[in-house]
């Protein structure tokens, strides 16, 4: 098992920008990919961002490309996504991920509890 944990969510205007944090434990030599995903209220939850437990290239939806960063620290076990330029369309809770088989992916074996994000206008 993988135990995620975010933290980093609030409150932020448009423009304005968060990180939020995503620690790991348990079976973290399992991982092989960690992502981002988001689910606004009524919405299905959408893929956000994912990197490789190892490094190399990271990947992202469209609509956060050149705006959302990812990226790890491995002496941490922790995963980060840096988000600026904010939206009030990039409202809703965050939830990060872990999977043991793929980097990229519409559904995750782990998930977090999630962290709320909200922007306003």
């Known amino acids: 098992q993988v135990q995620l944990v975010e933290s980093g969510g609030g409150l932020v205007q448009a423009g304005g920008s968060l990180r939020l944090s995503c620690a790991a434990s348990?079976?973290?030599?399992?991982?092989?990919?960690m992502g981002w995903f988001r689910q606004a209220p009524g919405l299905e939850r959408e893929f956000v961002a994912a990197?490789?437990?190892?490094?190399?290239?990271?990947y992202y939806t469209e609509s956060v490309r050149g705006r959302f960063t990812i990226s790890r620290d491995g002496a941490k076990n922790t995963v980060y996504l840096q988000m600026n330029s904010l939206k009030p369309e990039d409202t809703a809770v965050y939830y990060c991920?872990?999977?043991?088989?793929?980097?990229?992916?519409?559904?995750?074996?782990?998930y977090g509890q999630g962290t709320q994000v909200t922007v306003s206008s």
């Open positions: 991920a872990a999977d043991p088989t793929r980097i990229v992916a519409t559904d995750y074996d782990y």
């Open positions: 348990g079976r973290i030599s399992s991982i092989v990919g």
């Open positions: 990197i490789g437990w190892s490094g190399g290239s990271a």
